[in-house]
């Protein structure tokens, strides 16, 4: 269907440009925040550049995982070549083990257990390289462009690597999965005789912290996935061999939630505009947004409203059908969009019999029917 673009209508939000400000530095090789429901970067310290990851891996492994089975209480059983090669932090499974599926995932999110790493994956995909496979597939998938997996653990290998930003991509997705960002926002749980705490200090130094992951290499030095939520905000910060990491978190997530709120451009339910009908007993329609919009503003900044209406809009329109789309655009970029939906019933201008009308036409044994060209009462 043909659409036309109404008038721009400028929010009366700030003014100027949506490049992200540099108030903040870290000692980080690599940073970046961003905001989760936009997926606007608030901050960005060469952001793109491959570099060694260590056991953030690990939100990718959980991420495949529950993908692929998604039952936590399923049992494995650990095989003795699932164990083949472990090295570094464990939870010292031994072959013939048996435990949940949900276990073997806080004991890899929460103890960082590269054996649970290698179990896990290998009791999903068969073997390591089948795993590694899909585990950049689904990097693939969620745009990571400058990542490449080749363990599930995140122990040192060559051509193991991804940038802050595609990590930044892929903790929004786990965040979007209900069980793997209930685990990350775990202190403490004991689960089958064995107590796991979480290696991010994150969760008791900042309030608001909901998770993510910590990593360490001789490789890539300290890794961490955080995130945090204020009100109806959540930012993600990734740093990549970072000696301050803990300092450098906190500071980056206070200067996003302080410089860059998130601001309401829409409620759902709310009138945003009016459209022309035609072939109407009224002329207009009023357009309703279907949800929520956020998006985080800096002060000074300024979006534009289009509403972008269906063409024609001709009656009958039921109320709560969809008429066109709200877009907010900066700097000519489109960073929001809402579908508008008609906010009541408009009907077309024929005349329409009363029920009195009607029930003196069927006497007649007459009935009457929406006019159609050439025709009218039968």
Known sequence: MKHITAVLLALTLLAASCAPARAVSTSASSAVLMDVSSGRVLYDQDMHTPRPIASIT?????????????????????????????????????????????????????????????????????????????????????????????????????????????????????????????????????L?????????????????????????????????????????????????????????HQALLDYGFDTFPATQLCAQGKVVGQAAVGGSIRPTVSLVAQGDAWYPLEQGEELEMQLDVFAPLTAPIPQGAQVGTARWVCQGEVVAEMPLLAGESVEDDQWRPSWLQRWWMGLWGKTWEPAVPGMGLI
């Open 192 to 248: 089958e005789g064995r107590t796991f705490t979480n290696h991010n200090k994150l969760l008791w130094l900042e309030e608001d912290c909901v998770g993510m992951k910590t990593g360490y290499t001789e490789a890539s030095g300290r890794t961490l996935v955080s995130a945090a939520t204020r009100g109806a905000q959540t930012l993600v910060c990734v740093t990549l061999n970072d000696p301050d990491d803990w300092d450098d």
């Open 58 to 190: 690990k939100l990718m492994t959980a991420l495949v995982a529950m993908e692929s089975a998604s039952d936590l209480s399923r049992e494995v059983e650990v095989s003795a070549q699932w164990l083949d090669g472990v090295e570094g932090s464990s939870l010292y499974l031994k072959a013939g083990d048996t435990f949940t599926l949900k276990t073997l995932l806080y004991g890899l999110l929460l103890q960082s257990g590269n054996d649970a790493a290698q179990v896990i994956a290998c009791w999903v995909a068969g073997d390591l390289e089948t795993f590694a496979k899909r585990m950049n597939e689904k990097a693939a998938e969620l745009g990571m462009t400058n990542t490449h997996f080749e363990n599930p653990s995140g122990l040192t290998e060559e051509g193991h690597y991804a940038s802050a930003y595609d990590m930044a991509l892929l903790a929004c997705a786990c965040l979007a999965d209900p069980t793997i960002s209930e685990i990350c926002a775990t202190r403490t749980i004991t």
